[in-house]
């Protein structure tokens, strides 16, 4: 079974510490993404990368940073985790040219910054 | 830049009562279209999507969504929901060629809740 997996289900981290989400999938995808969701304010892309030591910025990049040293592998960081950051993050992947086929998700990283 | 309105933030069925979620998408060109649904506790997984040919399109569970282009639009429907029916669904587009083909747009997401 396809999987996308997302080192931690909960995370309790102090407001001012670093921060490493990560995510590993074994779909030989191109496409990695990092999602936060949010009550009422849906999936907003933080950061994406197409390629290795590629990344490109979502629609709130601010505050995280992003490492794609591998294919397989896609690393959020938090440089120094704020309340504001406590939150669901998903990661997904997908086919560089099958964009017909949609995204895997991981199960998400439930993140309370304290 | 792409974006998608999801009409209903939460709607509340009972048992055996017709579905229709709304999805309306802002662009102008060629787009695919995905439902999502996300279970409690679970992860997201794909409902359908629409990418060419007949518009009418069929998924898992007895899911189905019309894409009309003159409309924009996306809606999701069943016709007869169940209590394992409740779950948070979201509509999502991204374009199949171009700059950052691929990368999808999600809607706020709608809440089902199903009173068995």
């Known amino acids: 079974d396809v999987k996308v997996t997302q080192s931690s289900r909960y995370l309790v981290k102090r407001t001012g510490e670093k921060v490493f989400l990560e995510c590993v999938q074994d779909?030989?995808?191109?496409?990695m993404f990092w999602y936060r969701q949010d009550p009422g304010l849906g999936l907003r892309l933080i950061y994406f990368s197409y390629d290795v030591k590629m990344k490109e910025k979502g629609d709130i990049p601010e505050g995280y940073s992003v490492s794609r040293e591998k294919k397989e592998r896609f690393s959020l960081i938090l440089e120094s985790a704020s309340t504001n950051q406590t939150s669901m993050y998903l990661c997904a992947s997908s086919l560089y040219n099958k964009p017909t086929y949609g995204y895997t998700f991981g199960s998400g990283t439930r993140l309370t910054v304290v | 830049a792409q974006s998608v309105s999801q009409h209903n933030h939460h709607v509340i069925l009972s048992e055996a009562a017709s579905l229709e979620l709304g999805c309306n998408y802002s662009?102008?060109?060629?787009?695919?279209l995905f439902w999502y649904v996300q279970y409690p506790g679970q992860h997201l997984q794909l409902l359908l999507k629409y990418f060419s040919g007949d518009p009418l399109v069929k998924g898992i569970k007895g899911f189905e969504a019309e894409f009309i282009k003159s409309k924009f639009s996306f809606n999701l429907r069943k016709p007869s929901v169940q209590w394992s029916d409740t779950a948070e669904y979201f509509c999502a587009v991204n374009r199949p060629r171009g700059t950052n083909a691929g990368k999808s747009t999600f809607g706020d997401g709608t809440t089902l809740t199903v009173k068995p």
């Open positions: 662009y102008g060109g060629t787009v695919n």
């Open positions: 779909m030989d995808h191109e496409n």
